[in-house]
């Protein structure tokens, strides 16, 4: 699906893109794409001279589920001291956050084509556990016990 994109965004900047075509929910819930994300990018950062790569110039990029993706095993490869570091991650429009579906982001944006509030929410569960029972309840905000909610509100809050 991202294959046109791919080619571009290699030609305009001279770069080599190596797209990863991971595993999809609900067949596969987390964290199989994740692992396949992250499989693959180490792969590639241990044979990077095989596919003539300067070690030093290696971006991992998502958009959406992918950008979560990104971010995820970008996070995961920062404390390797194994692999060659990644120069940088592009975050298109991530998903990044479950904790509320309610903070402005989503109220402003909750209609906006593609990715209506509830149909961001239903992909997330679909990722996360495979079904949609509890779709209501994540989007009133009770799928997140309060002194979870309390220990994380100074990074998730509208603030």
């Known amino acids: 699906s991202h294959e046109r994109i791919c ?8 770069s080599l893109v190596v797209s990863v075509g991971y595993r999809l929910a609900p067949e ?3 964290p199989a794409a994740y692992e396949d994300c992250l499989n693959a990018t180490q792969h590639f950062l241990q044979h990077l001279q095989h596919y003539g790569v300067d070690p030093a110039r290696v ?22 001291s194994e692999l060659p570091k990644l120069r940088a991650q592009i975050l298109i429009y991530p998903g990044l956050q479950a904790l509320d579906f309610n903070l402005p982001s989503y ?11 509830k149909r961001a929410v239903f992909y997330s569960l679909q990722y996360v556990q495979g079904d949609t029972t509890n779709l209501e309840e994540v989007l009133e905000g009770s799928h997140i016990p309060p002194d979870m909610r309390l220990k994380y509100k100074k990074w998730v809050n509208p603030d």
């Open 28 to 30: 596969h819930k987390y």
């Open 59 to 80: 971006i991992v990029c998502g958009d959406s589920a992918g950008g979560n993706l990104a971010a995820a095993v970008s996070q995961t490869l920062a404390g390797s």
């Open 7 to 14: 080619q571009y965004i290699a030609e305009e900047s001279g």
């Open 107 to 117: 109220q402003q944006n909750r209609g906006v084509p593609l990715l209506f509030q």
